[in-house]
């Protein structure tokens, strides 16, 4: 794997493109849960443009974080700054991927739960919905953290792209 000293155009429109549309499927996850729980009890509920705008939300950030996964692998991504201690620079990489894997198992489970009708798949969705915020809080807290603490700005790394 390469490493550049920046991230590329594409994967930092990239990667804010998956941020809005994870942050879409919560809040306005309503919809679909509802809609979701209709279907467990055997009951009508009504067309609300909410629900498909999910199960498309879910289907493209599958496409974009495979995407992202193409450029990750092809153009690689920059080392972590200098001054990381050790243990820091594990953690963020195992975030960093584990933020590939966990939005994979969202989309995927919330595909079975609503087209193959599985409940055990809605389950492993509610389960992972819990992970994924967690990832993300971890994510957004490592901002300052990177800014206040280790007095640099990792920020700029995902605004401004490598020449
Ligand atoms: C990364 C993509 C996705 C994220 C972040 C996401 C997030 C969520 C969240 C937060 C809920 C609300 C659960 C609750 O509190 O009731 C939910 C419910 C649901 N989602 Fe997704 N979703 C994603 C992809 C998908 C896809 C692709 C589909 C279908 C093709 C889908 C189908 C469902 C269903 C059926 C529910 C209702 C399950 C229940 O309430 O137990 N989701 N999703
Ligand atoms: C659900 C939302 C988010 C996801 C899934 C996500 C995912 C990721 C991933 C996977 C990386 C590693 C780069 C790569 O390998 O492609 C990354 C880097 C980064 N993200 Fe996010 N992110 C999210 C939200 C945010 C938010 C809200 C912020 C800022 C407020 C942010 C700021 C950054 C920064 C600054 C980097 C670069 C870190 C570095 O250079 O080492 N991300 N993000």
């Given at each position: 794997m390469t490493h550049p000293t920046g991230y590329s155009g594409a994967q930092i429109a990239l990667h804010w493109i998956v941020a809005l549309l994870v942050a879409g499927q919560y809040i306005f996850k309503d919809s679909i849960a509802s809609a979701w729980d209709a279907i467990r009890q055997g009951t009508d509920y009504a067309f609300d443009p909410l629900i498909p705008a999910h199960v498309?939300?879910?289907?493209?950030?599958?496409?974009?974080?495979?995407?992202?996964?193409?450029?990750?692998?092809?153009?690689?991504?920059?080392?972590?700054?200098?001054?990381?201690?050790?243990?820091?620079?594990?953690?963020?990489?195992?975030?960093?991927?584990?933020?590939?894997?966990?939005?994979?198992?969202?989309?995927?489970?919330?595909?079975?739960?609503w087209f193959a009708d599985l409940t055990i798949a809605a389950q492993v969705h509610n389960i992972f919905k819990v992970v994924l915020l967690?990832?993300?809080?971890?994510h957004v807290l490592a901002i300052p953290f990177h800014r206040i603490v280790l007095k640099n700005n990792v920020m700029v790394r995902m605004l401004r792209p490598a020449r």
């Open positions: 498309a939300g879910g289907g493209l950030i599958l496409v974009f974080i495979l995407w992202r996964l193409a450029l990750r692998l092809t153009h690689g991504a920059p080392p972590p700054p200098e001054n990381e201690p050790a243990p820091l620079k594990v953690l963020s990489h195992v975030a960093h991927w584990a933020f590939y894997v966990v939005l994979a198992i969202m989309s995927v489970s919330g595909a079975l739960a967690a990832l993300v809080a971890l």
